[in-house]
């Protein structure tokens, strides 16, 4: 007798058990049902119970699109020690599926017990709460985590990571963590195997450090990402940006208050000027004057239209600025005085009035029918597909920035701050998965053409090639006010990219130690003085963009705080803990700490005191700097 036929049979001694898998069998196929036995399912276990077998099996949810739930509890895979990994091959998920949660025996927790559970967007909740839910759709990485007194672990997400989204939950008292992915807005049938990793932790590595480290080893392993110091071998200009601050001027956009959708030549409004080339000049020439020896220089708004204005649309360089002639001069001003200078484009969103918008070029939704983005200063957006992006627009733009002199980590906006959208147009059609491979194709085009690829935000689909991320998290207002399941926000994404990707921590951080403006949320989030302690804490390079460039002297005193600080860009941070109430210590791989100081009174760290509301670098020893400077982590 065989497995599965065993199985059959011991089913059918449970009685109601064997409807429930017969229920099942109706859902997913009877072929998959086989196949699920054949790896080992067990039918009926209350969803609840603990089992003595907590690491090796998961339940499985099944939401149909006529609102019918089914569950199965799935032994998973053991590829490696400590590694449970779930498969579920496209064949096993039917077309009427609308969802498939799959919940780690060990991702749950009681109100009270120790410890936390973790999203890939850095939110960490203990568990003090009765009741109450946080899903996450925008994960910066497929990853969630929970340590609890049923262990440590963190689930990776390996097979289709750009169809889910990571909930966290607690009901009556209960907590638990999973992945929900959403089969049925796929549309078409899943393009390649469902695959979760659930990975245990223990000692060292049984927190959420551990969990980050985890997840870089796996994307280093794989050759996804490599380390910031081989990036920058032979690419001057990228360790030109590692060196040094990230500066953005906005010379203008249009004042599009009426919400004018479809912009004419009639009804565009006029371009508002904030700074001309000429003022751009004067800036630059400032800084220098200052004595900020290296900058990094990025124009925004440039373009035809202003910023927002004509995408994909980029020349001639606006004339309310000054022009061509003028932008050429500024370009080669900033190269006088030793800065590395780029520009700002953006591929995600294209509108009608641009003499380059075509239809054919826009992504598709099922109905056949334009994706729509927001509506911005030009208009009502639309998404391109990301296929035609990268085959018929990036390179002739290239071409004509690269004429004008612009070298660096060149800035595209938005694409790092967005989850992969698929594209269903039958000329040329795209699943996430192939949006990505398109968006990373455009970076490695800008990585040699300029020297780098920046971005908006964290998002991981282009680790493989983005370079800086403007800002790893919008919080709170594009991720929504806090849950009140959220005790804090934590470095999880630095814990795994720092020493990869260079990164400012937060949009609050930009202009990190200017007055704040105001209107805008994210950037008042936090005061002055806890924006500069946060900065430093997740181990950004400062970048300034809302400046208004009339007093500099904040810049320069952020170069010269940056300078002794600025090694640590090319160390992995390799932990993160809170080592007295409101003292968070970072730990980087050649053995050197900042300590930051959020209470009201000093702190005695190794015989060093770090002031209170500051922060104080820690260098690591005589003999941690041998054994780094040997190559041994």
């Known amino acids: ?103 780690f025996d060990a991702a749950h927790a009681k109100k009270g017990e120790e410890g936390y559970f973790v999203v890939s967007t850095g939110l960490l909740g203990t568990f003090r709460e009765d009741k109450g839910k946080l899903e996450e759709r925008r994960n910066p990485m497929p990853l969630f985590g929970m340590k609890s007194p049923a262990g440590t672990f963190v689930g990776i997400v390996k097979g289709l990571k750009y169809e889910f989204s990571t909930v966290a939950e607690v009901t009556n008292g209960v907590y638990a963590i999973y992945p929900r992915f959403l089969i049925k807005d796929m549309v078409v049938a899943p393009y390649e195997d469902l695959i979760v990793d659930f990975q245990m932790l223990t000692g060292d590595d049984a927190n959420y450090s551990g969990m980050a480290r985890a997840y870089r080893a796996y994307q280093l392993g794989r050759g996804e990402v490599k380390p910031l110091r081989e990036r920058v071998k032979g ?105 590395q200078i780029v520009c700002h484009v953006c591929n995600t969103d294209f509108y009608e009035i641009s003499d380059r918008f075509s239809a054919d070029d826009i992504a598709k939704n099922p109905d056949g029918s334009l994706r729509k983005g927001g509506l911005f200063a030009g208009g009502r957006a639309y998404s391109p597909c990301f296929q035609r992006v990268c085959d018929a627009i990036v390179d002739a733009d290239y071409k004509g920035l690269s004429d004008l002199g612009f070298k660096g980590t060149h800035h595209i906006d938005v694409t790092s701050c967005i989850t992969p959208y698929p594209c269903f147009d039958p000329r040329h059609p795209c699943n996430r998965q192939q949006t990505a491979d398109y968006m990373n194709r455009i970076g490695e085009k800008a990585r040699r053409t300029f020297g780098g690829f920046g971005s908006e935000g964290p998002c991981d689909h282009v680790a493989r090639t983005l370079d800086y991320a403007l800002y790893v998290t919008a919080y709170p207002k594009w991720l929504g006010k806090p849950s009140p399941l959220v005790d804090r926000i934590i470095p ?129 020893g005589f003999f941690r700097r041998i054994v780094r400077s040997c190559g041994i982590r």
């Open 492 to 620: 999880l994404w630095q814990l795994a990219y720092h020493g990869i990707i260079l990164s400012n921590p937060f949009y609050s951080t930009i202009d990190y130690n200017c007055p704040r403006p105001s209107g805008n949320e994210p950037h008042t989030w936090l005061d002055q003085p806890t924006r500069r302690l946060k900065l430093f804490e997740f181990g950004g390079r400062p970048t300034f963009y809302f400046n208004p460039y009339r007093d500099l002297t904040p810049i320069k005193a952020a170069y010269d705080e940056y300078q002794p600080m600025k090694y640590l860009q090319y160390e992995f941070m390799d932990a993160h803990d809170e080592i007295a109430k409101d003292v968070f210590r970072t730990r980087y791989s050649d053995g050197s700490e900042v300590i930051t100081n959020y209470s009201g009174t000093d702190f005695r760290y190794k015989g060093t005191t770090v002031k209170a509301m500051d922060y104080r670098l820690v260098k690591a």
């Open 1 to 103: 007798m065989g497995k599965a036929e065993r199985m059959i049979r011991n089913s059918r001694n449970q009685g109601k058990d064997w409807e429930t898998g017969m229920a099942i069998g109706k859902i997913i196929g009877y072929g998959a049902l086989f196949a699920f036995l054949s790896a080992g399912v067990v039918w009926g276990e209350p969803s609840g119970e603990k089992k003595s077998s907590a690491a090796r099996t998961a339940l499985i949810r099944i939401r149909k699109t006529d609102g019918k739930t089914e569950e199965v509890r799935r032994a998973l895979e053991q590829p490696e020690p400590n590694v449970y990994r779930l498969t579920i091959p496209p064949r096993e998920i039917s077309r009427d599926v609308d969802t498939i949660e799959a919940v």
């Open 235 to 339: 690419n001057p200009q990228l360790a030109y940006t590692a060196d040094t601050m990230f500066i953005r001027v906005k010379h203008g956009a249009k004042n599009n208050r009426n919400k004018v959708e479809r912009q004419t030549p009639t009804n565009e409004p006029p371009v508002a000027v904030f700074q001309t080339f000429d003022d751009f000049m004067r800036i630059m020439k400032k800084l220098k004057a200052l004595g900020v020896e290296k900058a990094e220089m990025c124009s925004v708004g440039w373009n035809s239209g202003g910023f927002d204005g004509r995408f994909p649309t980029l020349f001639p360089p606006d004339p309310a600025y000054g022009g061509e002639a003028k932008m050429r001069e500024a370009i080669a001003c900033a190269h006088g005085l030793g800065y």
